[in-house]
């Protein structure tokens, strides 16, 4: 799994949209004006920072080594995937999953009824 696979896969969910608040060494991926992933390179690693339930982040954690509580965002509602082939890509996709879900339930009515 590369950075251009996971940035294909959250721009194809529905209002998903691309966006470099903090520059360009960070992709941005919101729905409405709600980040759901952050995609960039740490130490030569790719990373995917996600949305995440408080209890599932921490069950993430003790199961897959590299995954981190999110980096520069809040450890409790965030986590950091690296990428490195040790977590199979359909539990990557999985996350992404959540984590757009998770944003798009928390997005007023208003901006849901406009996706």
Partial sequence: MN????TEYCLAKKGALEDF???PDVLVLKVASKMFALISERRNRL???LKCDPF???????RFPSIEPGYHLNKKHWIT???DG???DHEI???IDHSYELVLKGLTKQER???
């Fill in 86 to 88: 040790t977590i199979p």
């Fill in 3 to 6: 950075g251009k696979m996971i």
């Fill in 47 to 49: 990373n995917i920072s």
């Fill in 81 to 83: 995937v690296v990428v």
């Fill in 93 to 95: 996709y999985w996350m």
């Fill in 21 to 23: 608040p903090f520059g």
């Fill in 56 to 62: 599932l982040a921490q069950d993430l954690r003790q």
């Fill in 113 to 115: 009824e406009s996706l």
